[in-house]
């Protein structure tokens, strides 16, 4: 325990100076309007050199100082979360380079740089979620790793066409070229993020990484690997512009996330999920070029959601590794102040007033009702999926505080101080930070809504909210399940069939790689070209060893053929 401690301990602190120092420089560098490129020469000879590009702006430098906070305090709550694993010092380490793969991407303005921290989240993430080495972790891993190949394919792509401009500094390309002429560059990007991101379509790997250990679904799922795809976004948002694609397969994921959401008994998904639908959320404010307020949201949700995790992994740690909220009675009995946190949070999800998650999502739906252009039918779209929020906040509160105590409180293990310190940091920063964020970073401003927006937002609010009983009453939804009449609810309630398009419309295609490689890179191709070429020349050379073997009886023969053919020639 003592050696556990030290190294979680060590880590957790030193990120979380490092934290402090980047949040203040990025205050710092805002108030200043500061950018600072850093050059790093790797190797040089003659006219090539290598050069190692850091660039360090606010966003870079604040942003950066989140990800460290949280992830301090992810390794402080490992400590006894994680304590008794065997390999607990491995799990530390993994999570170490994830940050550090995810600091790399965030500072680095070259796209050859970017990819290498990208491949770092995708590797490194394979590798936490497949960390307890089962069938269900193994399934979950592999459908991660591939659902962010295929960004990593489009990054290289990237790559590829940006030789087109003479270089990979994706800082300058904006300023340097239309956004007409990049619109190649800015595809790609957008297939990039939607991957890292789990837009649809590529939504089922998401709630299937919930197989890892719950320290790492708080860091993924907050700041990391997730936001790694809206970061990126906001990064060519010059390029990006005002994107109608964007937008409709932003609001489709809100809604899928949200109805799912709602139909889900497993604590850590209906978690994922919710994430889910505030990505959806930050892709449409970047599809509408407010790329600042995304980035403004994306630092409250990372606050708040990172808390609701690790509240999560109490309950579940306390409750005998129970996930199913159906058996999570009356956990604020047993655990009153992670219970409090918790409810905190999930207003905070919510955006209830003066809490951290309201200053962003609110800003971002009075601009999105005030800026005009659409029909009505997707303004009614985006304030489902945006009251969905609330409805399935309430439900998961209901099912864990409100619901008589269950037979798994016999085995609660109460609560740590080691776990509850990181988390009352957390909280104080959930509850705090999003003031703190709107009076730094955003001017001003006052908003004032037409009537019939009002009137709109009030109607659906009253609908959504007379609908919460029947989603509370989960015995008769599930009765209706069963009894197949609800074909549609449980259509939602799987993602739109979007994991099994995910799996099985894929298998053909794998095995048919399968008999590519026994066929042919086990079969002729080895052959003709592996083994078979490698047996060929072997039988030339022992022909050939053949006459430089010098036995005797060979010697007195060349000697005489010698003989014979000098006296030929005289």
Known sequence: MHNYFKISMYFGCMLFIFSVMSLVLGLNYYSLNKVIFIEWELYSMGSVSIIMTLFLDWMSLTFMGFVLVISSMVLIYSTIYMSGEVYFVRFIWMVYLFVVSMVLLII??????????????????????????????????M??????????????????????????????????????????????????ALTSSAQIPFSAWLPAAMAAPTPVSSLVHSSTL??????????????????????????????????????????????????????????????????????????????????????????????????????????SMLTPVTSLYFLGCSLSLCGFPFLSGFYSSDMILENYFLMGGLNYMIYSLVLISILMTGVYSMRLAYMLFLKPVGGKKLNNLGEDLWMISPMSILFYLAVMGGSFMLWSFMPPLLIVLSLFMKLMVLLFSFILMSSLYFFMSASYLEYLLKANKLIMMGYFGNMMNMPILSTSLFMPMYSYGLKLVKNLDQGWVEYMMGQGFMLKISVLYDSSYYFNYLNMSLYFSLFIMLVVICLVII
């Not at 070259?110 to 399934?139: E, H, P, R, T």
């Not at 459908?143 to 401009?165: K, P």
């Open 143 to 192: 459908l991660t790793i591939l659902s962010n190949r295929v960004g990593d394919v489009a990054i290289l792509l990237c790559i590829s066409w940006m030789f087109n401009y003479g270089g990979w500094n994706s800082y300058y390309l904006p300023m340097m070229f239309t956004s007409a002429s990049l619109w190649v560059v800015g595809s790609l990007v957008i297939i990039a």
């Open 108 to 141: 680095s303005p070259n796209m050859i740089s970017i990819l290498l921290g990208w491949d770092g989240l995708g590797l490194v993430s394979y590798c936490l979620v497949i960390y307890y080495q089962n069938i269900k972790s193994a399934n979950a891993g």
């Open 226 to 331: 997730v936001t790694a795809g809206v970061f990126l976004l906001i990064r060519f948002s010059s390029l990006v512009g005002v994107s109608l694609f964007l937008m409709m397969i932003s609001l489709w994921t809100m809604f899928m996330a949200g109805m799912n959401a709602n139909l889900e008994m497993d604590l850590k998904k209906i978690i994922a999920l919710s994430t889910l639908s505030q990505l959806g959320v930050m892709m449409m404010t970047i599809s509408l070029g407010l790329s600042e307020m995304a980035f403004m949201h994306l630092l409250s949700h990372a606050l708040f959601k990172s808390l609701l995790f690790l509240c999560a992994g109490v309950f579940i740690h306390g409750m005998g590794d129970t996930q199913d909220i159906r058996g999570l009675g009356g956990v």
